[in-house]
Nanobody, 124 residues
Framework: QVQLVESGGGLVQAGGSLRLSCAASGLTFSSYTMAWFRQAPGKERRLLATISRNGGNTYYQDSVKGRFTISRDNAKNTMYLQMNSLKSEDTADYYC?????????????????WGQGTRVTVSS
């Protein structure tokens, strides 16, 4: 049974940094594309970034390019999201997800397993 568990969310001031983690179990972690999504109150869940199976390729949504960095450590079955220069509009629930497709398939329909989410609140 696949299980993805996010951690690292919390309250941070605008301009600050936060690092999220996603711990995976029940799957061969290195066989899956991984991704981070977020969902703000009253809005749809949106893709932020993907990372290929070996970590060699990444995709970022334009709004977070240069501020967020996705990475993974296959030896630890863990994916990370380093978030810098945080803005109030980054406030959302953040989710990790896995896909059997390559990293460049970014539509939400490709992602079959999801974590429960971790909340990030950025204060002004």
């Amino acid at each position: 049974q696949v299980q993805l568990v996010e951690s690292g969310g919390g309250l941070v001031q605008a301009g600050g940094s936060l690092r999220l983690s996603c711990a995976a179990s029940g799957l061969t972690f290195s066989s899956y594309t991984m991704a981070w999504f977020r969902q703000a109150p009253g809005k749809e869940r949106r893709l932020l970034a993907t990372i290929s199976r070996n970590g060699g390729n990444t995709y970022y949504q334009d709004s977070v390019k240069g501020r967020f960095t996705i990475s993974r450590d296959n030896a630890k079955n863990t994916m990370y999201l380093q978030m810098n220069s945080l803005k109030s509009e980054d406030t959302a629930d953040y989710y990790c997800a896995s896909s059997s497709a390559s990293y460049y398939y970014t539509d939400i329909r490709y992602f079959s397993s999801w974590g429960q989410g971790t909340r990030v609140t950025v204060s002004s």
